[in-house]
């Protein structure tokens, strides 16, 4: 049992290095030597290994160890062992699915964090429609409309679009469906203090305790709520 720890251990640390090198070939094997062997959860290789990779990453951006490039190539390379793994991977709910709309807001054309945050939302059981990046105001309104989403997740990575994700609470409050979601915010330059301020239901650093949160939130909303 110890020995099969240490070596989940050691291929979540593999998937980390590789995601730093930006070395696809060695993802894609790692990642289909999971899948055919069984023994580690994808979700778990997703959250421990990759994202833990492209963490590493995003620190070293901010820091100044890494640039742009760094950021692709490492970006690339979590994709490419997320398209092997993310198919794989078990719901946590049975039955209904909630639904969640996510997006980068207007102005901002920043999406690694976004498809980490979606993926690890798709793995807790929620129906994601992404609408992408550089979204409009209106169209997250919209579409939290035409769908009856219980989540609205807006990302942004700049401080010049942040007060964009405000506009899009303040429209669904106009609109008088604020009360039957849930948003969340988040990017590198968001803090709880911002979120709070703009009327956002909360805000996480990482992909994983984002999921973890909304699938609790959601089971707080009243069904009967207009959407």
Do not use: C
């Not at 309104?141 to 994700?165: H, Q, R």
């Not at 956002?200 to 009243?222: N, P």
């Amino acid at each position: 049992m110890l020995e099969a720890f240490f070596m989940t251990a050691d291929i979540f640390n593999q998937l980390a290095e590789a995601v730093v090198d930006g070395d696809d070939d060695l993802i894609e094997e790692l990642a289909q030597k999971i899948l055919d062997e069984g023994n580690v959860d994808p979700y778990d290789a997703i959250v421990n290994g990759l994202a833990r990779g492209m963490a590493i990453v995003s620190d070293n951006y901010e820091k100044g160890k890494a640039f742009v490039p760094h950021l692709l190539i490492a970006s690339g390379a979590m994709y490419a062992g997320m398209d092997i793994l993310a198919p794989a991977m078990k719901t946590e709910r049975d039955g209904m699915q909630a639904v969640g709309i996510i997006g980068t807001i207007e102005g901002d054309v920043h999406d690694i964090g976004k498809n980490l945050v979606k993926t690890m939302l798709s793995a807790g059981g929620f129906k994601m429609i992404d609408l992408g990046a550089d979204v409009p105001i209106e169209q997250f309104v919209e579409a939290a409309k035409e769908n009856k989403a219980e989540l609205v997740s807006i990302s942004a990575l700049m401080t010049t679009t942040m007060t964009n994700m405000g506009r899009v609470i303040e429209i669904l409050q106009e609109e008088g469906i604020r009360d039957a979601m849930k948003v969340m915010v988040g990017g590198a330059p968001v803090s709880e203090e911002f979120a709070t301020g703009i009327g956002a239901d909360s805000t996480h650093a990482d992909a994983m305790h984002a999921s973890a949160w909304a699938s609790e939130a959601v089971k707080e909303l009243d069904p009967n709520d207009v959407r």
